[in-house]
C-alpha cells in the first residue's frame, strides 16, 4: 500500500524568510511519480511539479526548489524569499507507474505573515 | 495545457434532494476520471474511478448507491449524490488524464465543486 505523510500540519513564517516542507511517501513500486501541489484558499489544486522516480536530479522554478532522495524517500520542497501569495495548503501526492490515482498526503498550510 | 472543468463550483442544497456535478474535459478525451473528496481542513481521498461506458470502481468504504458516477462519454463524468445529508457537505473535485497518463504521470484537475447540504 501506498502512504504519503506530511509531518508538518501548520507552518508560519515571516515574509522573505525560506520555508521548507517536507513529504515522505512509502510504496513497494520500483516505478512511481511523486507531485506538489498547491491549495489556495479558493479550493483548486495548482500543480506545482511532478517527478518520476528514476530521476533524482534536484529542480528548480524561480523561488520553489525540490529534494528528491530515493535513499530517504523524501520529497522536499522548499520556498526561499516567502512571498504572503505563498500562504496556501500544500499536497505532496504519489501515484504508481501505471495507475493514474493519487495518494495525497494530509497537507500542510503554510502563512507568510507580512 | 488540458484543460479539465467542473460544474457546479458551489451548490447548497436541503438534506434529501440530490445533487449532480459534472466533470468535463474541455479539449481531450479521457476514458477515466477520478473524484476525490475533500472534508474541511482534511486531505484528499480518492472516492471513485470513472470509466468510460462501463461501472464505476469504488474505493472501500465508498457507498455506491449514495455516490452515482456515470462517465457516459469520453469527456464528461457525473457525480451524483443521492439524498444528500449534512454529512455530505464536503469538496468534491475530479482529475483526468491523457493517452498515456498512466505512464507519463500527467494529471489535470477540475475546479471542484464545494457541496453544502442544510
Known amino acids: 500500500a501506498q502512504k504519503v505523510t506530511q509531518a508538518q500540519t501548520e507552518i508560519s513564517v515571516v515574509e522573505k524568510e525560506d520555508v521548507t516542507l517536507d513529504c515522505v511517501y512509502e510504496t513497494r513500486d520500483t516505478t512511481y511519480y511523486l507531485f506538489w501541489y498547491k491549495q489556495p484558499p479558493s479550493g483548486e489544486l495548482v500543480f506545482l511539479i511532478r517527478r518520476n522516480s528514476f530521476d533524482e536530479q534536484n529542480e528548480i522554478s524561480g523561488r520553489y526548489s525540490w529534494n528528491f532522495q530515493k535513499s530517504t524517500s523524501s520529497f522536499n520542497f522548499t520556498i526561499t524569499a516567502s512571498q504572503v501569495v505563498d500562504s496556501a495548503v500544500y499536497f505532496c501526492?504519489?501515484?504508481?507507474?501505471?495507475?493514474?490515482?493519487?495518494?495525497f498526503g494530509t497537507g500542510t498550510r503554510l502563512t507568510i505573515i507580512p | 495545457g488540458a484543460v479539465v472543468s467542473q460544474h457546479p463550483s458551489r451548490v447548497i442544497c436541503k438534506s434529501g434532494t440530490s445533487v449532480k456535478i459534472e466533470c468535463r474535459s474541455l479539449d481531450f478525451q479521457a476514458t477515466t476520471m477520478f473524484w476525490y473528496r475533500q472534508f474541511p481542513k482534511q486531505s484528499l481521498m480518492l472516492m471513485a474511478t470513472?470509466?468510460?461506458?462501463?461501472?464505476?470502481?469504488?474505493e472501500q468504504g465508498v457507498e455506491k448507491d449514495k455516490f452515482l458516477i456515470n462517465h457516459a462519454s469520453l469527456t464528461l463524468s457525473t457525480l451524483t449524490v443521492t439524498s444528500a445529508h449534512p454529512e455530505d457537505s464536503s469538496f468534491y473535485i475530479c482529475?483526468?488524464?491523457?493517452?498515456?497518463?498512466?505512464?507519463?504521470?500527467?494529471?489535470?484537475f477540475g475546479e471542484g465543486s464545494r457541496l453544502t447540504v442544510l
Open positions: 470513472s470509466n468510460e461506458g462501463s461501472k464505476a470502481t469504488y
Open positions: 482529475s483526468a488524464g491523457t493517452d498515456g497518463s498512466a505512464n507519463t504521470g500527467e494529471l489535470f
Open positions: 501526492a504519489l501515484s504508481e507507474f501505471g495507475n493514474e490515482k493519487l495518494t
